[in-house]
């Protein structure tokens, strides 16, 4: 059982970009990113946009061949980053491109026992039941049951957390380069 249950939870966001703004946030809601999509000068087709490392910011800035066009029927390359709670572009879109942020969702909040609902596609109702079960019984003084508890609640949290060890399931870590200089990247070399 993982955290997180294919693309059952997809749900877009939709950004559309402003003049000189590359930094939009993401969805109230958002819990992981699972892609990017960027519709450039109007095409029916989208194209993806590629996460890029913290190391790479200003090497994709360099890059005198990139931009939010086609040209020649390929489109160009576009890269995001998550920031907090938002969503960095480079290079920065002109006004009016479409993007959209596919995400999975965080739980819904319950507050309501007759209204609220969870559908728990994250796969966090075990430790729900098991807190809510712990927090009962340390109320009713049953210390000794509640105790009993903490090793499944354990468990619980081990794989939550094991499943939820990135927010970009798209970015995967990898090899961080840590001397580009004179560099625009792999294959590319300043011209100077």
Known sequence: ?????????????????????????LAPNHLRL??????????????????????QRNIFKAMPFVGWSAFGGVCQSIWYQLQGTSINFIPTPPSGTTITANYFPVAPTLADMEQDSLNSINGWEEWIVLQAA???????????????????????????????????????????????????????????
């Open 1 to 25: 059982m993982t955290t997180f249950a294919g693309q059952i939870a997809r749900i877009p966001w939709p950004i559309v970009t402003v003049n000189n703004q590359s930094l939009y946030p």
């Open 34 to 55: 699972i892609s990017v999509d960027v519709t450039i000068n109007g095409q029916t087709l989208a194209i993806n946009a590629i996460p890029y490392q913290e190391e």
């Open 134 to 192: 712990r927090r009962m019984l340390i109320k009713n003084g049953q210390l000794e049951m509640a105790g009993a508890l903490m090793p499944l609640l354990a468990e619980e949290q081990t794989r939550i957390q094991a499943c939820a060890a990135q927010a970009d399931l798209n970015a995967s870590e990898g090899v961080h380069e840590t001397e580009a200089y004179g560099n625009y990247g792999p294959g590319f070399s300043y011209p100077w």
